[in-house]
């Protein structure tokens, strides 16, 4: 029976590194600056620069007083921080899912923030969305992702199994 137990709890294990495996890093923007006008414009730049973004990563902008987030689609409006993108989202950490490569622009819209420099560049794996339909990828990553979790788990239960029939 003890034995029985191990087996079950390498099954347990085997489940758990794989969705740690394929979770992805999770990066706080700005680290212990967090999202906040920085101390001089280029902190973001640099700080995203040091960081390698891959697809299955995410963002975390967490703040301190008033700031929001918003994605700017064209580097043009983001050298000019143009405010008109869309709809910032001010909910505290706002959390963004790398899905796919790209060059993604984000800035503060509140008062003159990002003018001081509060805004950053994510460059995801190369830096260049894909043409092919922009859904693709993502599922075939997904598809992928349960093929080899259910691939672990049958290898988990043959292993159990043919314990069990001793
Ligand atoms: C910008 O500020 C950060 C810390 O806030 C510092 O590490 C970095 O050296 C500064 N860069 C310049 C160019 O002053
Ligand atoms: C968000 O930042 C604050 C400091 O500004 C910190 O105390 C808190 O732990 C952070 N939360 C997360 C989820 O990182
Ligand atoms: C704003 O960010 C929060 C936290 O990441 C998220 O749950 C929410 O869906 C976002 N809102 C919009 C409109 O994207
Ligand atoms: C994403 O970028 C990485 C390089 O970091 C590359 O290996 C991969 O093929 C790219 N994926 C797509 C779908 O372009
Ligand atoms: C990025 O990777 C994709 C897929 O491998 C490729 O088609 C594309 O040309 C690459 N782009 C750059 C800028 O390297
Ligand atoms: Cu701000």
Redesign the pocket.
């Known amino acids: 029976m003890a034995i029985r137990m191990d087996r079950i709890v390498f099954l347990i294990i085997a489940v758990a590194l794989l969705e740690g495996a394929t979770s992805g890093k999770n990066y706080k923007v700005g680290d212990a600056v967090g999202w906040s006008i920085p101390q001089n414009k280029s902190y973001y730049e640099s700080w995203a620069g040091d960081q390698k973004f891959?697809?299955g990563d995410s963002l975390e902008f967490n703040w301190t007083g008033t700031h929001d987030v918003l994605e700017v689609t064209t580097k043009t409006d983001y050298d000019a921080c143009v405010k008109t993108n869309g709809t910032p989202n001010n909910t505290n950490p706002v959390t963004i899912n790398l899905i796919?490569?790209g060059t993604f622009y984000y800035i503060c819209t509140i008062g003159p923030h990002c003018d001081l420099g509060q805004k950053v560049t994510i460059v995801v794996?190369?830096g260049?969305s894909?043409s092919p339909p922009i859904s693709m990828?993502n599922n075939h990553a997904a598809l992928s992702a349960v093929l080899s979790t259910i691939t672990i788990v049958a290898a988990s239960l043959v292993h159990l199994c043919s314990f069990l029939l001793y």
């Open positions: 891959e697809v796919k490569n794996g190369n260049s894909s990828p």
